[in-house]
């Protein structure tokens, strides 16, 4: 049996692999591939040039032969391990897999021992650690939120679900749009009740630091729906179930695509689902929703960044799927299991695999909590929370059965319910609240921060400072080596000398400028999606049995019909649009990066980004260079040309005749003689439907099809400068690794002054390389 040992530090995203005992080549193509990346990114399949750790490992070791898999780390970095095997137990060549894990022993808090080192760094010797640069990245670091952003559809129970979550009836939630703007709710530990402040947009204070109210907060929604002035609504209280010790917790409360009174609010959502880094996702519908138009739209999008995510597991980690309401569903008559298959057919077939869901009825924790509280509640709310009280406490409704959370946690709560149950307590509110399944949902939110939030900023913060620590220390050791005997510096000095040549004489950078200037997005998707609108908006008119001309309310009445269905239609294509951009053009765009990336792994391999120890790779310049701005945002216009127009109407006199009264004017008409009947003219107002539909038609298509040429304009303009990017960047790369072979050439052009100057840093260097092995014993796992 073949021994693998694997040591994973989530905080400095570093892994150690040993076989038999003995490390592993770091040289070697398994090592590289997986080396400064996350262990959710390295143990699954990614594209063809990762096939997953267990593939990967077996071609490494060249064996079926059983290993034993021996992990030290973090419990859920172990769990994540364990299941990307049982995943693809079958594909998987060894003859058996078994598992070890070493607990981690280091459970101090590391975000208040990077503080405390962080001050410790600023106190001490060496002057070149007191740059506020450094203190300004640190601070920001520590100051970052971590952000969950709530979407939903209307009626889903979005606004009662964060009540729950923040234990008080704050947000309205009625049978209505509700959210007219983007309301934060920044989680304050301590704080004693919730305050509220917003600005108008030109930055007018509104309200400032007042008691947060439904009352207020319905009133600020109602002004944002009416002037659309208000941008952002601004809450701050405790919420006590979720901690905030760690990072800074921000639940986003979207308005949503169908109630939505402003553009920038679908590019908040699009731009929060599409961002990895920055927080989770949590989509809210209930059960009759799956399928509609609005539901479809957030599901396509969120499916779509998965699919083009880097982050491996991560990236489905951080969407969680809420389906609500449950208290709806009868489950003797639907068992809540075919509901959750239900479900889970209809997001796979969104594209979205392994969903993380939970099933909830927010409205029965939120009453449950309110009452806890001693807050005041309405005899509706009680006769509600009455009602809930017998029903969630039977086993057929124990919500947290179905929930992604870990089966240990699921098995915490089984206990708890049955010696509840045991009692013979059958209104109990603990096990009411447990059954909600809201708890469970706030265990994967605790989850998720923990695994990756909390461990993503102690990293950050980390490298605030530790990239110029360990800058100094390489550079003060390469220099002690080079000091140290005459043969150290003649070999340095003659390495540096031919690298020097060696980059110079290097193609490389042409080759993959050629390859950058290669680059093609497919705009082809774009315009598929026009012609597709082109050819549904002719079908569409050619449903309607157009007459020349109807008079008013008739012809208003079909006009008003065809307008609605074009503007679904138009909706259904912005979003299509959108998807065609992002998997057309924004993948291609990516690949400009992966290009400059592969262009600095080849010049490394190439041993040019070094001089003995000295790794170029290391310094703060080139961690500033080796950031790049990939992701390029995109808005489609799709909306349509529609409007009544007067030219399509006119004026029409009818004659007509109405019996006069009277029995003479009777025996007239009788007898067929004139002088029974009276003559009258009436005026109508008449519309040419025919041309007014069929101009309004060609207008729409025609202002789509300028609006997506204008925006294919755009994103080839935001390509165009995405490549220039690059190219300066190789440019500035090239420049970097001759400034360092510069800078190396003019502090070691004397071996006498080079000795002295190690001499004389010799203290410092000690009291710096303590700092490094402290904090890397801070930080173990």
């Avoid at 029995?663 to 007014?692: D, N, P, Q």
């Amino acid at each position: 049996m073949t021994e693998v040992f694997i040591k994973y530090n989530p905080y400095t995203v570093t892994t150690v692999f040993e076989i038999n005992g003995e490390e592993m080549d770091k040289n070697s193509e398994f090592y590289l591939k997986q080396d400064n990346v996350r262990l959710q990114e390295w143990i699954e399949p990614m594209g063809q040039q990762w096939e997953g750790f267990y593939k990967e490992l077996y071609d490494y070791l060249n064996s079926s032969e059983p290993i034993r898999i021996i992990f030290k780390g973090t419990i859920m970095d172990f769990e994540d391990l364990k299941d990307a095997y049982n995943k693809d137990k079958e594909n998987i060549k060894f003859k058996s897999v078994d598992f070890e894990y070493i607990e981690n022993q280091n459970k101090n808090n590391k975000l208040e021992v990077l503080k405390d080192k962080f001050q410790e760094l600023e106190n001490g010797p060496i002057d070149d650690l007191r740059d506020p640069k450094i203190r300004e990245s640190f601070e920001k670091a520590l100051s970052s939120e971590f952000e969950v952003v709530v979407m939903a559809p209307m009626s889903s129970g979005k606004s009662t679900l964060i009540n729950a979550i923040l234990g008080t009836d704050l947000l309205p939630a009625y049978n209505e749009a509700t959210t007219a703007t983007i309301t934060r709710i920044k989680d304050i530990d301590g704080s004693d009740g919730f305050t509220v402040s917003c600005a108008f947009s030109d930055g007018q204070q509104f309200v400032d630091n007042e008691p947060a109210t439904t009352q207020l907060i319905d009133e600020l929604n109602r002004t944002a729906d009416k002037e659309k002035n208000i941008d952002c609504i601004n809450i701050q209280g405790d919420i006590p179930n979720i901690p905030s010790d760690k990072v800074n917790i921000v639940f986003v409360d979207t308005p949503g695509g169908n109630n939505s009174q402003d553009r920038k609010h679908k590019e908040v959502m699009k731009r929060a689902i599409n961002d990895e880094n920055k927080g989770m996702i949590l989509f809210v519908f209930n059960y009759t929703q799956l399928g509609t138009d609005d539901c479809d739209t957030i599901l396509s999008m969120a499916a779509s960044a998965i699919r083009n995510s880097t982050t491996g597991k991560q990236a489905r980690d951080r969407f969680i799927f809420v389906c609500n309401k449950m208290d709806a569903q009868d489950p003797e008559k639907e068992p809540y299991e075919n509901a959750l298959e239900s479900v889970k057919k209809h997001l796979k077939e969104k594209g979205i695999e392994e969903p993380n869901l939970f099933l909830t009825c927010a409205d029965l924790c939120k009453l449950i909590r309110m009452e806890r509280s001693g807050e005041e509640m309405s005899e509706s709310d009680e006769d509600r929370l009455d009602g809930y009280l017998k029903p969630f406490n039977r086993k057929t409704r124990r919500l947290f059965q179905y929930a992604s959370i870990p089966e240990t946690k699921k098995a915490e709560y089984e206990q708890i319910v049955e010696e509840i149950a045991e009692t013979g307590e059958k209104r109990s509110h603990e096990v009411a609240e447990i059954n909600s399944g809201i708890p469970a949902l706030e265990d994967a939110i605790k989850l998720y921060i923990e695994k990756y939030a909390e461990a993503i900023k102690i990293k950050t913060l980390h490298d605030a400072f530790m990239k110029r620590v360990e800058e100094l220390d390489m550079k003060a050791k390469s220099e002690q080596k080079w000091a140290s005997s005459t043969q150290e510096y003649e070999n340095m000095r003659k390495e540096l000398e031919e690298k020097k040549i060696a980059f110079e004489e290097d193609k490389n950078r042409q080759i993959f400028k050629k390859k950058i200037d290669a680059i093609e997005a497919d705009y082809s998707k774009v315009y598929e999606v026009v012609d597709e609108m082109t050819q549904r908006l002719t079908d569409i008119t050619a449903q309607y049995d157009l007459k020349e001309e109807l008079e008013y309310e008739d012809a208003k009445e079909q006009y008003d019909s065809l307008a609605k269905e074009v503007m679904e239609l138009g909706k259904k294509t912005q979003d299509k649009l959108e998807i065609a951009f992002d998997e057309g053009v924004y993948k291609e765009c990516k690949s400009i990066f992966e290009k400059y990336q592969q262009y600095i792994k080849e010049i490394d391999r190439k041993g040019l980004l070094n001089i003995g120890d000295y790794n170029f790779k290391k310094t703060e310049e080139f961690s500033t260079l080796n950031k790049f701005e990939s992701q390029v945002g995109y808005i489609i216009n799709a909306d349509n040309a529609y409007s009544e127009n007067g030219l399509y109407m006119h004026e029409r006199e009818e004659h007509y005749k109405v019996k006069k009264s009277g029995i003479f004017s009777a025996i007239k008409r009788f007898f067929g003689f004139s002088g029974g009947w009276l003559e009258k003219t009436k005026k109508k107002t008449m519309v040419e439907i025919k041309s007014l539909i069929k101009d309004a038609i060609a207008n729409t298509i025609l202002a789509i099809q300028e609006n997506v040429d204008e925006e294919v304009k755009c994103a080839k303009t935001r390509e165009r400068r995405l490549k220039d990017d690059a190219r300066a960047k190789l440019d500035n790369i090239d420049d970097m690794v001759r400034n360092e072979y510069e800078k190396i050439q003019e502090t070691t052009k004397n071996q006498e002054e080079l000795k002295a100057k190690v001499e004389k840093n010799k203290k410092d260097m000690e009291w710096l390389r303590q700092f490094i092995d402290e904090m890397a014993t801070l930080l173990e796992v």
